[in-house]
């Protein structure tokens, strides 16, 4: 049987992009045992892009960009020309990868990416959480009237199936509670003031050197990275519609030593816990620094480890739970994506 | 649009038969909302059935067994002479659920129904673990020579969705290995013992009490039914062609308080752990009774809850863990392959 070719079109190319290139490259022939065919057509960035319809050679292109040099100075298809809109009219691509950079206020210039390709009855797989927090219904109403599907499982979590798991370990299910520990970094930093009693200070500082938490941490500390999570996989799995304005969020800031340790003599721990629960009907939703027993769950999840807990009608409580994280894990993600749904 | 109409058949219609039944007219409306009208067309056990083509009254007819009465009596559809052969001739129905008695020697009568169906062209989902631990690669090759599916997520944990995640959580990855709490009962005892300080023998009638443990327990304390788990899903997942006979399998009995509280001393708990594991290309699997620390995800799985873990090539780790189990889990579990498998 002839394997089904599916055409690609990247847009972004940092370290998610180049992630999902290389892993591309070392899953095609695991693929294309499985009768999957994958070749990129267009890979575009702000400025110019590469086309090939032959499919464009993402070894070799990784490796160009990785010494600095532009995409549209790509010998091989790269043109300065090349626009997103460009790409859009033309259509000779099945599925999009939107990995530009995020922005939350707007959902800029992703959601216009979003908006566009699933108008031309292109799927779209996103690691973008800037529009799926801002108008997850709208754009899932679109793909569904086009008949093309919506990936955005990178959105919260990266390795993490929390949409997945939504999806297909819960299939039939009615969802009735979110928990989760969704934020890494966070975890990463209360985990350094348990083990090893340093300061809130200290540990953000060490956290920071280990390039887990960013030089301007207020997003993952101020629990707001966590609340982005909660809202896409709420709206999406419990059918809310949830923003940021509708959310109680709480970060880690303020913590002490002393916090940790009296939690500790009751044989309790501090989680940054995102919770989304449907009460009469209604979602409530919430991000809260609080003590867990081990009675729960979330209680092992320890390092920059992030776990999801549901509450379900027809299969009573499911965990999932992962280690990892990074622009490969995210890029994973999208690949996931695409399997479950050309399936 | 109209809704896709899936005509079911049902065999065996004992706990978990009698459970999907009620899953089925509970979850009625809400299917029907996502597009989905199912429809029982057949009940059958060993002494006769009910047919009924235009859908059996599933509230009805376990309201009519359940006060000891006879499929074959009952007045809408009940008759003596329906049998499995006979409702395989017609074929009037799309999915057939195989419940009937397990038997991991011969994995008969299943094995028998599970194959007809398939040859006939007839989805099959299954909670019946001797036929798949016995003949998975044989059963899956017919069903997909027929472009028919095979659901066996109930075979490998009830709610705890494995299977599913094996599928589609690690869509895209090679899995590496399998780790995992995949009995509660021997979970629930090891527990007792540990909490409350119960010998082994104690422990284990506590747990008969309640009803978790069965009068003859060897296959579980031998850890003999964590194999059989193991082994459908390293088969399913990690394509080996492992049987009991491959196996080292070490169970619970011996184990004292003593072992049990050195352990705890240095932070360690005994668990009954399966691991399927690949090794320069070929899997090895062991059931084992070890001590396990805080850094393996396993340790916080407690009292009767059931747990995977995951090492693959590209999404790190995954943990699923759930805590239920029962039939109506099982039931639950069953109808979630349907979902996932129509969609």
């Given at each position: 049987m002839k394997n089904k070719v599916i055409k690609l079109a990247l847009i972004g190319?940092?370290?998610v992009g180049r992630a999902l290139a290389k892993l591309l490259v070392r899953k095609k022939k695991w693929l294309g045992k499985r009768g999957l065919d994958l070749s990129v057509?267009?890979?575009i960035s702000r400025k110019g892009g590469v086309y090939d319809l032959e499919g464009i050679d993402l070894d070799n292109l990784v490796s160009f960009v990785s010494t600095g040099q532009r995409l549209s100075e790509y010998s091989h298809g790269g043109t300065p020309d090349l626009s997103f809109d460009l790409m859009i009219k033309r259509g000779d691509f099945d599925t999009l990868f939107e990995m530009s950079p995020t922005?939350?206020?707007?959902g800029d210039p992703?959601?216009?990416?979003?908006?566009?390709?699933?108008?031309r009855g292109k799927n779209v797989i996103t690691a973008n959480k800037g529009p799926i927090l801002l108008k997850y219904a709208e754009l899932k109403e679109l793909a569904d009237s086009k008949g093309v599907f919506l990936g955005i499982g990178c959105t919260t979590g990266g390795s993490l199936p929390s949409i997945t798991a939504g999806i297909y370990d819960l299939a039939g299910a009615e969802i009735l509670s979110i928990e989760g520990?969704?934020?890494g970094t966070t975890n990463?930093?209360?985990?350094?003031?348990?083990?090893?009693g340093l300061s809130y200070e200290n540990a953000l500082k060490a956290t920071q050197d280990t390039g887990l938490a960013e030089s301007d941490p207020s997003k993952d500390v101020g629990?707001?990275?966590?609340?982005t999570k909660l809202i896409i996989l709420s709206n999406a799995l419990m059918n809310s519609d949830l923003s940021l304005d509708d959310i109680q969020v709480k970060?880690?800031?303020g913590i002490t030593p002393k916090d940790i340790q009296d939690a500790a003599k009751k044989g309790k721990r501090y989680k940054l816990i995102g919770k989304a629960e449907k009460i009469k009907g209604t979602v409530k939703a919430s991000v809260t620094l609080q003590t867990i027993g081990s009675d729960n769950f979330l209680f092992g999840i320890e390092g920059s480890g992030k776990a999801v807990l549901y509450q379900t009608d027809i299969f009573g409580e499911l965990l999932v739970a992962s280690s990892a994280s990074g622009p490969g894990y995210a890029a994973a993600s999208l690949l996931r994506d695409l399997i479950n749904n050309v399936k």
């Open positions: 190319f940092g370290n057509t267009y890979v922005d939350t206020e707007t992703a959601r216009y990416h979003i908006t566009s390709a699933l108008e520990i969704l934020n990463y930093i209360l985990n350094l003031m348990e083990n090893e629990g707001w990275d966590t609340a970060g880690i800031q």
